[in-house]
């Protein structure tokens, strides 16, 4: 594969197999494998977006890259350290500089905690005082996101779905991290927050040089976001380009159909565009399909497909994992 | 009466312990056999408690309902609940967002849709189970006459979805409500559902409303969209005029704020400030006025007065609820909407 300049962090052969369930009371345990074999690098300043269907492992990824869950082989290298199987103590220091931004602002948030609490913790659990003292810093961030600093002492109820993901981010930037995992953080919010939400983040991007893993469902979400792209499905990275390629001229079958189903708010744009539509659901990720995982809604699948599962070689400017790109 | 339903003026409100909560303010709008009406809001807008209203699902509660809805000839607010349960399934039906909560996790899917066939018509159990597996045959699910005795959880999130869509058309009913059908699918699967109902819909005449946040959504399937904003409908229109001749300041925030997959992904996208309002706090005036650019425009009856929802043009379907003179809206449309979208 390609490799990034200068990257901050790099995944190699990342796998995680959760057990699953058992047959009978002896049988053998089923295996989830909800991530197989991930390679990607992200470049310091970037943000690469993570886009796939439910059920496809970017989720998992983001919880692997930020070592809450532990890889069942495959390596995770953050900043030249190999961190696939620290434990808590050694995580600890290198969460400082790698946190994370939850889809469900009312889930990730302590209820009872006030803001100052929820953003100051991340000080106290690292044992940091920053110049001037923690609340006069937590209350430079609340306002760097858009709070008012003066809302120090309130609880998260009495605040917005909006506002909460703002305290998430605010809880995130804490500690001036180089690298933020996203997962979905703008999913649960209203359309009219949304926007609000990616601006600031595009925002916190350039003013504090940070690099960013972005996981969504939308595509239009990523694009809006992410420079570069790299697309999962059941386990598996399909395709990876830098934005204008990918959505321009999408390589895998996957990408564009993925493409071709987002529905556009203009009644003359949908019927002009090429619809392509997949049969069926994802298969389940217990028994995946042989050779290439996407075969079975895939149009253009062939012999080769169901024994082979295709490499991802590089075509052009993407590097894509097909045995009949477009 | 032209058109299959017909609201009026319809007003939910709820009594609670912070004061009368109006989730659902003068309302009108009608709907055609073979047509799709997209009713779009944000979370709170009154979206699901319209639609609840019209299949006469508050009554009993304590929502205060007036007004007048009109299904087929028969007014639902005023009729008895024997009556309106004879209407729903048969003429009226409904889908949900999550449609793990709405199946029955104990019986199985064809049991369930067999059910609902047999309180309708006066048919044995063995034709109400053909028709279960012909329903899960026209919805798409393969191998109809095994998953027929499945139960839900061994169901994926688009085959329930499918089968809900199954048993709400099982009595050929002429409206459909769908709230939020496709939210919790994945965008392939929702590509696939919505087309399955456009397609139900073109064969048996259905009425449709599609109650979603999503205008993508609208575009592709609705003729007709209703915009609302705290209980109250501020636009009102074909999907076209809506959607590419918007003349709601909050429908122009809307569609400028969405990203999409086409124009220049560097700009910034224009956010709508602030938050929607709750509706125990209703802003005076115009709900929408604390988050108004243009609020400068008016002067203080944003403030004061409720705007009235008059016609965009004389004699055109095309409404709206906004204080700006159409004038002053063609303006800020063509100079600072329109470029953006």
Known sequence: MTSVNNPILSVQGLTKHFPGGREGLIGKRDVVQAVDGVNFEVAAGEALGLVGESGCGKSTTGRLI?????????????????????????????RTQLQMIFQDPYASLNPRHTVGTIVSTPFKINKVTPEGGVKKRVQEILEIVGLNPEHYNRYPHEFSGGQRQRIGIARALALRPKLIVADEPVSALDVSIQAQIINLMKDLQKDFGLTFVFIAHDLAVVRHFAQRVAVMYLGNIVEIADRDTLYATPKHPYTKALLSAVPEADPDATGARERIRLTGDVPNPI????????????????????????????????????HFPE | MSAFL??????????????????????????????????????GSGKSVTSLAILGLQKGSKARVSGEIWVDGNEIISASEAEVRKLRGKAMSMIFQDALAALHPYYTVGHQIAEAYLVHNDVSKKVAATRAIEMLDRVGIPEPHKRVNDYPHQFSGGMRQRAMIAMALSCNPSLLIADEPTTALDVTVQAQILELLRDLQKEFGTAIILITHDLGVVAETADDVLLMYAGKQIEYGTVRDVLQVPQHPYAWGLLTSIPRLTGDPNLALTAIQGAPPSLISVPSGCAFHPRCTYVDNVGTACTNIIPELIPVSEGKHHSVRCHMSAKVRQDIFANKVEPQL
């Not at chain 1, 869950?69 to 220091?93: C, K, Y």
């Not at chain 2, 709820?14 to 303010?25: K, L, M, R, S």
């Open chain 2, 6 to 43: 017909e609201v009026k003026n319809l007003s939910v409100a709820f009594p609670t312990e912070d004061g009368i909560v109006q989730a659902v303010d003068s309302l009108s709008f009608s709907v055609e056999k073979g047509k799709t009406l997209g009713i779009v809001g944000e979370s």
């Open chain 1, 66 to 94: 930020t070592r809450l869950l532990e890889p069942t082989a495959g390596t995770v290298t953050f900043e030249g350290q190999d961190i696939s199987h620290f434990s808590n103590a050694q995580m600890r220091p290198i």
């Open chain 1, 287 to 322: 028994n995946p399909p042989s050779g290439c995982r996407f075969r079975t809604r895939c149009w253009k699948a062939a012999e080769i497909c169901a024994i082979e599962p295709p490499a991802l070689l590089q075509i052009g400017k993407t590097q894509v994992a097909c």
